[in-house]
Nanobody, 121 residues
Framework: QVQLVESGGGLVQAGGSLRLSCVVS????????MGWYRQAPGKQRELVAF???????NYADAAKGRFTMTRDDAKNAVHLLMNSLKPEDTAVYYC???????????????WGQGTQVTVSS
């Protein structure tokens, strides 16, 4: 069984920083791409940042210049460093991964349970 567990969310003042982490556990053969998504109340879930297996990254326009996504394949983890946070960054942040399972070498997409980020003005 594969699990993704996020951590690092919390309450921060505008202009502050947070570092989110997502750790993958379970019977994994390999991890392809991973992403961070967020969902604010009343809004659709949106992509924030994405990192491929070659470590190339893509960011949503709202995240460019402020957020940095990294991955640590030795620990099956990804991180999202968020600087210069704004109230509009308030949302539940979800980790997503395209994982090849050890059991059947079949790829599937998995999601974490989410971590709340609240930015006060």
């Amino acid at each position: 069984q594969v699990q993704l567990v996020e951590s690092g969310g919390g309450l921060v003042q505008a202009g502050g920083s947070l570092r989110l982490s997502c750790v993958v556990s379970g019977s994994i053969f390999s991890i392809n791409s991973m992403g961070w998504y967020r969902q604010a109340p009343g809004k659709q879930r949106e992509l924030v940042a994405f990192i491929a297996s070659d470590y190339s990254t893509n960011y949503a326009d709202a995240a460019k210049g402020r957020f940095t996504m990294t991955r640590d394949d030795a620990k099956n983890a990804v991180h999202l460093l968020m600087n210069s946070l704004k109230p509009e960054d308030t949302a539940v942040y979800y980790c997503n991964a395209d994982i090849v399972r050890l059991s059947d070498r079949s790829p599937s997409v998995y999601w974490g349970q989410g971590t709340q980020v609240t930015v006060s003005s």
